[in-house]
């Protein structure tokens, strides 16, 4: 735990002017960003007594070990550099909302040719129209479907559209009435982008005039008799209507907006959007957060708009309704009107049908704030015990913030890997994953493993610190041997950004701003095994000199947790949080090796001559293996034979040429359910697709004469065992 007094900027080394800073800990990593219109008074505001200053904020100023700020011209620039810094760095002391979803809208491509109507999810694409975005797919589908029999544009892919053209023949939509069919002409391009557009004007609330057409042509056909026409416009209009129907009008004037609601208690907040498009309802979302930081509703509503327009796949309505505005209102006003290209009304409504329908919204971000913690069921609370049973049961100084795990994968000592997984504050971080291949021995040794994946792990990390000379001085270790403010720099206009009491950027990449791949120490490092894994963890890590990672190891059979240097287990009760957690760190070592080691056997086995051909990638190997058939006729083949190949140069052909003569022919292969040789052996399938057939290579020197395929006894052949996987 650090004392904020010895990294605290000198005074009057803070400029007066907007500007983002970032707080790193003492391994250089970015643990809050924030902005400011003032710089001085807020970082001032960090360095009080601690004592006054909010729970979860005295955490954060005690783990940092610098801060560093970057000085913008405006408030807008701060805002978005801060939203650009917080999705980089995704510092654990911001609020972040998590959506597990990507939620479809319905799209027209009015930028094709021939425009299609689909569903879509991601960022919106430029000359697309978008409506919703919907609950559920299956929502937008039933739309379309209604839709169709008015407005019947095409939904077929590229695919079924040109094969459509080449034959001839429209899709069955064409011949049912729910396609015009304008890849066959029954329509001209003009005439179906204008069918495109009347379905957007639709579909954005025009409705009246369309009604009004159909209601006109109805009983222009019932007046010429034309009875059969009627009916149909009849069943159109009643399709359009339910249609609607399922939209709602909730806002009468038709407005663009979205309404945006918040739930919140001291631990967590519950977000609900609304998204409101020509006065109906077109779609619904929802996040939750954890207040990891002193925030108050204004600032969290701040922090949902950045997260729900800010990364340009949401598109900003002529509205937006919150129940509560930023502090202050004005940057993010002009931010959002500079996303949407024209003015947006940022406010709190305060009468009639928007305040109305902002209680709904309201209503549902409480629901959804209860149905979370039924769901999580104080999982914080559970995180937090767990990581203090651990380390109350190995003696550490301070809770394992960051654990790491190692387990070693093979299968009968072939394929021989091992894993790394990463847990933080309890949790999975899985972009931290890390995989090994065991280059110093061959054979099964998972003790003489894992000191080599431990010792190759730390390594890296020993020599990224070189590299950067991170902690190369020794006060560079201890920021209390250096006064306050001593590297505190002042701002002047050729350098903007400003570090106060910074460290060595050391586990931060300088030219890209991103974590090194081996770049933290864990503070407790688990092997998966007893005591002879842990004595050779242990040894790994003296010979390092490495004396500051704690370690232990966790034994399947008892879950027992064995300790460097101890004759006796830690038993932990088998209701104990702590255990829970060391256990699914383990199983998660456990799967991620085992996922890596069969994938790395089923491409060995399924490897094939021209894989390991220098140059020659996946789409070049099946281009020739198409053009000449099998292996065996493309051994035989010239290099001017394998130049009329697409893609292949006279240099690639002539290196294929010469790998394939360098190798004997393949192996014969035999049926092993019926003993027969399998006629032209040397062909692909001879070692990559045995294993479909039932077929297993003989050794070359096995192999029998050439000659017809005759059939062996089954004795003959031998047999394959399947050995279980070794973690």
Known sequence: MADPSTYRPAPGAIPTSPGVYRFRDAHGRVIYVGKAKSLRPRLSSYFQDIAGLHPRTATMVTTAASVEWTVVGTEVEALQLEYSWIKEFDPRFNVKYRDDKSYPELAVTLNEEFPRVQVMRGAHKKGVRYFGPYGHAWAIRETVDLLLRVFPVRTCSNGVFKRAAQVGRPCLLGYIGKCAAPCVGKISQAEHVELAEEFCDFMAGRTGNHLRRLEE????????MEYEKAARLRDDIGALKRAMEKNAVVLADGTDADLLALAEDELEAAVQIFHVRGGRVRGQRGWVTDKVEDVDTAALVEHALQQLYGGGAESVPREVLVPALPEPAAPVREWLSGLRGSQVDLRVPQRGDK???????????????????TKRASDLTTR?????EIADALELDSVPLRIECFDISHLQGEDVVASMVVFEDGLARK???????IKGFEGQDDVRSMHE???????RYLQEREQTGEWAVPEADDPGQRPAGADATVPDAANATVTAGELPAGPIDPETGRPRRFAYPPQLLVVDGGQPQVAAARRALDELGIDDVALCGLAKRLEEVWLPGEDDPVVLPRSSEGLYLLQRVRDEAHRFAISYQRNKR?????AGELDSVPGLGETR???LLKHFGSLKKLRAATVDELCEVPGIGRRTAETVAAALASRTPAAFAVNTATGEILDDGADEGAVTGDAAEGGTALPAAAAPPAGPAAPMPPAAVPPTATQPETP
Not at 359 to 366: G, L, P
Not at 384 to 388: M, T
Not at 453 to 459: A, E, L, N, Y
């Open 355 to 373: 305040k109305d329908l902002m209680a709904t919204v309201e209503r549902n971000a409480q629901q959804s704030l209860a149905l979370h913690k």
């Open 384 to 388: 937090s015990r767990a990581l203090q």
């Open 431 to 437: 972009s931290e994953y890390r995989r090994f291949q």
């Open 453 to 459: 994946v431990i010792s190759r792990r730390f390594r």
């Open 602 to 606: 089923s491409k060995r086995l399924t």
């Open 217 to 224: 042509q109805m009983r222009d056909a019932a007046a010429e």
């Open 621 to 623: 190997r099946q281009a």
